[in-house]
Nanobody, 114 residues
Framework: QVQVAESGGGSVQAGGSLRLSCAAS????????MGWYRQVPGKQRELVAM???????NYADAVKGRFTISRDNAKNAVYLQMNNLKPEDTGVYYC????????WGQGTQVTVSS
């Protein structure tokens, strides 16, 4: 069973920055893809950014140029640097990792005020 833990959420004003961190543990297998998703009430969880073990990256169009995903394979960690935040970035951010199967973290709240 893979454990996934996020940290780094909070409240900022529009234009501000936040950095989210996610660490995975509990598996002897290598982690393949790691990614960030966000969800707002009444809507489906949506992909924000994803990075494979080899470094291939995919971003949602809404965050391109503002968010940067990175990972540290030695630490089984993935990070999301969020700059120039907008009110529409508000939501619960979840980390998802792929180790034979997908595992989710508990989520961390990001609130951006105008």
């Amino acid at each position: 069973q893979v454990q996934v833990a996020e940290s780094g959420g909070g409240s900022v004003q529009a234009g501000g920055s936040l950095r989210l961190s996610c660490a995975a543990s509990g598996s002897s297998f290598s982690i393949d893809a790691m990614g960030w998703y966000r969800q707002v009430p009444g809507k489906q969880r949506e992909l924000v950014a994803m990075i494979t073990r080899g470094g291939s990256i995919n971003y949602a169009d809404a965050v391109k140029g503002r968010f940067t995903i990175s990972r540290d394979n030695a630490k089984n960690a993935v990070y999301l640097q969020m700059n120039n935040l907008k009110p529409e970035d508000t939501g619960v951010y979840y980390c998802r990792v792929l180790v034979l199967d997908f595992s989710w973290g508990q989520g961390t709240q990001v609130t951006v005020s105008s």
